[in-house]
């Protein structure tokens, strides 16, 4: 087994790069993921190049060993500047980034978002799609780096297992929807339909669009929609926290069938 | 006007601890909130005895002194101190605390938390529970504190709206439940029904369970429960973050029937 025991060593200094630059890992096609628990779930799904484990971590986990194709033990040091919390347990893989959906399948289910810059939000809607069955999400507009530390951490592990593309801006969205012949959702307060009367399983595709934390979605999104539906609120409130708004659409469209099977 | 310029008066300082401590929240019976929009939301709802604001922002919003009993014109250097965000509005205002209920009205709805400690996710709770219409939240267990800066901010004056009751325990929680006849269904992944078997109208009172981000609710939590349900998931999938779990248990028990009147 291989040692990595210096803060300053090169290898350590690339994989901070990894974990703070969303350039870096588009570059290099990999990401940096910590935690025993989160590095097990994504190596359900992904490859993981490489693992890091203190001494500690890997007399107590040696299963851990074949978790990557390679296994660095670290110093705690090692540790602490490879960490992005306040605690870290010692436990590091680097994975190999998925490549992003080249075409949309017809019938698919996917969560749209538009400029969700909060990792906190993203994290919770990728968890809420991948419990409701949808298979994919497509971000457009600048959304919150899918692969950064703090998405992985709030997503549990559903980074790995959903597919992705990512479009410059809406127009892109709706054509690749269109595409596919799939129809586009989204959540609006004004001129929208009450999601209690909108039908909740299609046979054809469907992508729910969620917006901005603060601002909602765009009106050029809005006017992009094939339905736009709200959720139907007390008359003094005028907002739910973006996460929960878009995880009730993906409720109410959910489809659990294989599930069932 | 009063004049509020050194970050070092006394009281700058009981401000500070204001907005810092729960414990002086509870001994002086008042909170603090900063913005203007969470300002003048909440004092819809609750009475504010004073408003601290920038000689810029009374200047923009001259109608600010109309909120508070008193309003005192404060430095920049003094708004910054009371700040607990990254850029201050320079807008704050101290309001009285509304005393917790005594009793649980019979065949109300309410939202009960147990332990649920990141203030996030109950701001967002709070947001929820507003929208779908609950009249009150019940906290057991050591929550996070219902006046904090985070909560407030989180909830959006959500706090204001919504009446309150704290218990040490869940059997606090459940014997204030049952003294007003009101069903006590608990969010549970095992023994459960599933939320689509789940009645959604009840005439009865309800409240809703929601238990710690970790852990869940406890053993003793689930026991209590009249009712325990999960909402059905995609089999690879263990959990969602606690606000959508809870909001859209929320969603399910809705009562918007004020709405349509």
């Given at each position: 087994m291989q040692r990595l025991q210096s803060r300053t060593a090169e290898k350590v200094k690339a994989l901070c790069r990894l974990r703070d630059s969303a350039k870096e890992r588009a570059?290099?096609?990999?990401?940096?993921?910590?935690?025993?628990?989160?590095?097990?779930?994504?190596?359900?799904?992904?490859?993981?190049r490489e693992l890091y484990a203190t001494e500690k971590m890997l007399s107590e986990h040696p299963e851990l060993t074949n978790l990557a194709a390679q296994t660095f033990e670290i110093s705690d040091a090692v540790a602490e500047k490879l960490s992005d919390t306040?605690?870290?347990?010692?436990?590091?893989?680097?994975?190999?980034?998925?490549?992003?959906?080249?075409?949309?399948?017809?019938?698919?289910?996917?969560l749209a978002l538009e400029h969700v810059q909060d990792p906190a939000n993203l994290g919770a809607l990728l968890r809420s799609a991948s419990a409701f069955g949808f298979e994919g999400v497509l971000l457009c507009s600048h959304c919150a780096d899918w692969f950064s530390p703090?998405?992985?951490?709030?997503?549990?592990?559903?980074?790995?297992?959903?597919?992705?593309?990512?479009?410059d801006d809406v127009n892109e969205l709706a054509k690749a929807l269109r595409a596919a012949n799939i129809a586009l959702y989204a959540a609006?307060?004004?001129?929208?339909?009450?999601?209690?009367?909108?039908?909740a399983l299609t046979d054809a595709g469907l992508a729910v669009l969620i917006g901005n934390e603060g601002n909602g979605l765009t009106d050029e999104a809005v006017a992009l929609a094939d339905v736009t539906v709200r959720i139907p609120m007390m008359p003094n409130v005028e907002s739910l926290n973006a996460a929960v708004a878009g995880s009730i659409l993906l409720w109410h469209f959910r489809s659990l069938e294989e599930a069932a099977q």
């Open positions: 570059e290099t096609g990999g990401f940096l993921a910590e935690g025993l628990r989160l590095c097990r779930d994504i190596a359900q799904y992904l490859p993981a306040k605690t870290t347990q010692g436990v590091f893989a680097l994975f190999e980034r998925p490549a992003p959906l080249e075409t949309l399948r017809s019938g698919g289910r996917y703090k998405v992985l951490r709030a997503g549990m592990g559903a980074v790995a297992k959903l597919r992705y593309a990512c479009y609006a307060l004004e001129r929208a339909v009450s999601l209690e009367q909108a039908p």
